[in-house]
């Protein structure tokens, strides 16, 4: 391990919080996220904390953009070792409040996302031994009410995670 480490979703909340902690162990992070402001706030706070790295505007829905972040990673940083696929959004509703666009945004960015993730991540993975970390909800385990597309996709992300390379 060369702690390299990539994190979707790293300009707020979660995505943040995650970056700090390994940040504060010295990795070298790589960030992306759509809001270009809360990255740059992000990697102001990751260069605080004692760790580095680079950030890139990356819309988890579209392959190519995390292809390129994947590229960017082997040019900059000489491969990853750990992915963080966190990127993700909350709505919900109950089944039939919800319309069929409801439920391509959530599994688009929740499910897909991640899963795209991997693909994007996997050679580069492969070869450096690394990691994968898919960030999931207990919504996908208890099922909680009027949530129901969040749910479905945080579920598709737990059971992916079991075992995605084989």
């Known amino acids: 391990m060369q702690n390299r480490i990539m994190i979707t979703g790293a300009g707020s909340g979660l995505g943040r919080e995650i970056a700090l902690r390994w940040a504060r162990e010295g990795w070298r992070l790589a960030l992306s996220d759509i809001n270009d402001a809360g990255l740059l706030e992000t990697l102001m706070l990751v260069r605080e904390a004692g760790g580095d ?3 890139q505007r990356c ?3 579209d392959y190519s953009q995390l292809t390129a972040f994947a590229q960017a990673c082997e040019e900059r940083l000489g491969g990853i070792d750990i992915i963080v696929n966190n990127a993700g959004v909350a709505s919900g509703g109950f089944f039939n409040e919800l319309s ?3 439920w391509d945004w959530q599994i688009a960015i929740n499910l897909m996302g991640v899963v795209k993730g991997c693909k994007a991540f996997l050679p580069m993975l492969q070869a450096s031994k690394g990691k994968i970390i ?3 909800s ?3 385990l208890m099922q909680a009410p ?3 597309n969040y749910n479905v996709a945080k579920a598709g992300v737990v059971a992916l995670s079991e075992k995605p390379a084989g």
């Open 53 to 55: 790295g680079f950030v």
């Open 59 to 61: 819309d988890v829905r």
């Open 100 to 102: 069929l666009e409801d």
């Open 134 to 136: 898919n960030i999931a």
């Open 138 to 140: 207990m919504a996908a």
């Open 146 to 148: 009027a949530m129901s």
